[in-house]
């Protein structure tokens, strides 16, 4: 059974313009996540999905930040304008019924 | 008290020996919780539950202590391939929040 398939796996930037990551959750996983790692700390939740509805955006910077998942089953993440302190490993998520949490392997941002 | 704090290490050990991470939470009213490993440049993936008192497999053994809020992870004859973080993972206290990651402690077993 394939994983969580995330792309692009790195992208580097220039600050100030747009980046969008994608990831295909496990089939027939109602929820995903997108959370951001930063260098030496734990996972911060950006966005929880149950199915196509975001349940929980609280910590999404949405003057910058978007997010979306159309028919409830892959999902973008939109930064724009990009900064330099978004650098980050960004990690989807996804799990049935919030059980156990499956990880892609991340999108590493370099903003320039 | 943080959410959920750990030592972030590293723990430097050698091949064999035994070693212990503990990690501390505030929610008194969480119930489950878990251990994630994250390898150096991967992502995290659950090594173990801890549901009730503790959990053991193989190797590994959590332990939940609810009087002093605390979840520990033991690991027995450290193998070389155990070097990694290890991230304490504290559910909400209702049902409605999300899982809180802490920042993870750092492994390295040394030859």
């Known amino acids: 059974e394939a994983g969580v398939v995330q792309s692009p796996r790195y992208k580097i930037i220039e600050k100030k313009q747009p980046v969008a990551f994608w990831c295909n959750p496990i089939?027939?996983?109602?929820?995903l996540y997108w959370y951001l790692q930063n260098l030496g700390q734990g996972p911060e939740l950006l966005i929880r999905?149950?199915?196509?509805?975001?349940?929980?955006d609280s910590q999404l910077p949405k003057d910058r930040f978007s997010a979306e998942r159309l028919k409830g089953v892959d999902s973008t993440l939109k930064i724009q304008p990009a900064e330099l302190g978004d650098s980050a490993v960004y990690l989807c998520?996804?799990?049935?019924?919030?059980?156990?949490?499956?990880f892609g392997e991340g999108s590493r941002l370099t903003v320039l | 008290r943080k959410e959920v704090e750990q030592d972030p290490g590293p723990f430097n050990v050698p091949e064999g020996a035994t070693v212990a991470f503990n990690c501390t939470y505030s929610?008194?009213?969480?119930?489950?919780f878990f251990w994630y490993r994250q390898d150096c440049r991967k992502e995290p993936k659950l090594l173990m539950s801890?549901?009730?008192s503790g959990n053991e497999d193989g190797r590994f053994t959590a332990q939940l202590n609810r009087a002093s809020q605390y979840i520990s992870l033991l690991i027995r004859d450290s193998k070389l391939s155990d070097s990694a973080t290890y991230l304490c993972?504290?559910?909400?206290?209702?049902?409605?929040?999300?899982?809180?990651f802490g920042k993870g402690t750092k492994l390295s077993v040394k030859p």
């Open positions: 089939s027939g996983h109602n929820t």
């Open positions: 801890v549901y009730s």
């Open positions: 998520a996804s799990s049935l019924d919030r059980g156990e949490l499956f």
């Open positions: 993972v504290v559910p909400p206290g209702g049902s409605q929040g999300n899982l809180i």
């Open positions: 999905y149950e199915n196509e509805e975001a349940v929980d």
């Open positions: 929610n008194s009213a969480s119930q489950s």
